[in-house]
């Protein structure tokens, strides 16, 4: 046990974690009421949002009915989106999917992950962006990260703190490179395609070119 | 005489023995924290200054826990934004100053601060607390849960400003006292009070600082944790030795409850320890 305070106040032991673990949403993540939510689930895919959808209202901590009917109205949000809010967010209201990688070799094989106009960590654990639950080879939290910069539409690999080796095109990463289409990533011992979805035909600030 | 007009004072807060004059009580701090059954974690906390004991001793130990509200826009933006003001607050606090007058005013800078950012749509409930000089000093806004647990008694310090509550005090003050003409009540558990609510008017603090004693523990928690456990299974967790037990016994017990609608769950816990 080696009890460390983060730069965020919370306390968690280093010997455990190799970053706080509660300073992306908690650790913790129990399912206590989704009996369709299989492993291997992704935060932030469908599963996730049905749960949201199901239980947001009851028990929620709310206002009164008559302190803002416009909050009320616009209740539950569609998406998992609540760790951290991203500009594209605070731009358009919405946190669109820019991209995705999928799996093509390893424990989660023919899964794909959203990535979102942000910063977005990849980990096993749940507190991460994108969730790859099922390779233990993959670091808790964030293993390597994928970077969408908004002005330019270009994407970033950025190794995290994976001990397992994070490579690119069979070359090993180990400072933030640009990424394109169908560039193929290696985390532990998955293998994932990167496939971008914003670039030069079509981002979300200024639709089709 | 003024000295017994401040024990009389403290004594309509909690039944408390002459302030001892010994050394400075330490404190062993703990921390949990879990998202049920919740698609987000809207709960924030933080502890400042527990790794450090000079620091500690000098300025203090601040802990807080908000726990942003569901069903409305954006409970973590609020929530961090709340927890964010609130350590800068105790960063700039004048320890020779007020220190109940600076924390009730830390409370409406973290409410306009989530005001400004999310226009009243939203917003927080929250739980302060600093411990400086072997007292206990607090401001609560909402339903979350402060508890000091002395003596095998667990005391809830803090009253809630939900919409059930408030009524129940008017009823009162009107001199009725049935507990239970109210307990249809629509909309019962609906926060009249929270960070970031326009026009917020109420907090809930104590202007006379709590004495605290060897072997005092205080939970700050959201109501996905104190509105869960039962009191006697809070008291269990909290009667075991050590904080990190306490804070693991306390997790486990929540999600053994299984509840279908879980709700996120936080809790910091403080030992005092002489």
């Given at each position: 046990m080696a009890l460390t305070e983060c730069a965020n106040g919370h306390l968690y032991d280093s010997a455990q974690y190799a970053s706080c673990p509660y300073c992306n949403g908690g650790v913790n993540r129990v399912e206590f009421a989704s009996p369709d939510?299989?492993?291997?689930?992704t935060v932030g895919a469908s599963s996730a949002v049905n749960s949201a959808a199901n239980v947001g209202e009851i028990g929620a901590t709310v206002a009164p009915a008559g302190y803002n009917a416009q909050a009320k109205a616009s209740a539950p949000e569609e998406e998992d989106i609540g760790k951290t809010v991203a500009v594209m967010k605070k731009d358009t209201g919405i946190e669109p999917v820019v991209g995705w990688i999928v799996c093509i070799q390893g424990a989660e094989k023919g899964k794909d992950y959203k990535?979102?106009?942000?910063n977005n960590t990849i980990g096993r654990g749940e507190g991460n962006d994108i969730v790859i639950k099922n390779d233990s080879t993959i670091s808790r939290q964030s293993h390597a990260r994928?970077?969408?910069?908004?002005?330019h539409n270009t994407f970033h690999l950025i190794p995290g703190e994976g001990t397992n080796g994070l490579y690119l095109n069979d070359e090993p990463v180990y400072v933030p490179t640009p990424i394109?289409?169908?560039d193929l990533i290696e985390m532990g011992e998955s293998k994932f395609l990167f496939i971008p979805f914003c670039g030069d035909k079509f981002n979300w600030q200024n639709g089709l070119q | 005489m003024p000295d017994t007009m401040q024990n009389a004072n403290e004594g309509a807060y909690l039944a408390l023995t002459p302030r001892p004059k010994e050394r400075l009580l330490s404190y062993k701090i703990g921390n949990l924290q879990g998202i049920g059954s919740r698609a987000r974690q809207e709960d924030s906390f933080t502890v400042m200054n527990s790794m450090d004991v000079t620091a500690m001793k000098e300025k203090g130990l601040f802990f807080s826990v908000c726990d942003g509200m569901g069903g409305m826009k954006d409970g973590k933006l609020a929530s961090e934004t709340a927890i964010a003001s609130l350590r800068q607050s105790f960063t700039e606090m004048d320890r020779s100053g007020s220190?109940?007058?600076?924390?009730v005013e830390s409370a409406y800078t973290a409410s306009s601060k989530?005001?400004?950012l999310i226009g009243g749509d939203g917003g927080s409930t929250l739980i302060e607390c600093v411990l400086f000089e072997g007292k206990l000093y607090y401001c609560c806004v909402g339903d979350s849960f402060l508890f000091l647990y002395r003596n095998n008694e667990l005391i809830m310090l803090n009253s809630e400003h939900t919409l059930l509550h408030d009524r129940e005090i008017e009823a009162i003050q009107d001199g009725d006292v049935n507990p239970l003409q109210f307990q249809n009540l629509p909309e019962a558990t609906a926060l009249t009070g929270f960070l970031g609510m326009i026009g917020l008017d109420k907090t809930d603090s104590n202007v006379i600082p709590i004495n605290l004693h060897n072997g005092d523990i205080i939970m700050a928690c959201s109501d996905g944790v104190g509105g869960v456990l039962s009191e006697e299974e809070i008291k269990e967790s909290l009667e075991l030795s050590d904080v990190n037990h306490m804070c693991s016994d306390l997790e486990q017990k929540v999600i053994a409850h299984h509840?279908?609608?879980?709700?996120?769950?936080?809790?910091?816990?403080?030992?005092c320890i002489r």
């Open positions: 939510s299989g492993i291997g689930k990535i979102l106009g942000k994928i970077a969408y910069d908004v002005k394109a289409a169908f | 220190i109940p007058a600076q924390l989530v005001e400004a509840r279908p609608h879980q709700d996120n769950f936080t809790a910091v816990v403080v030992q």
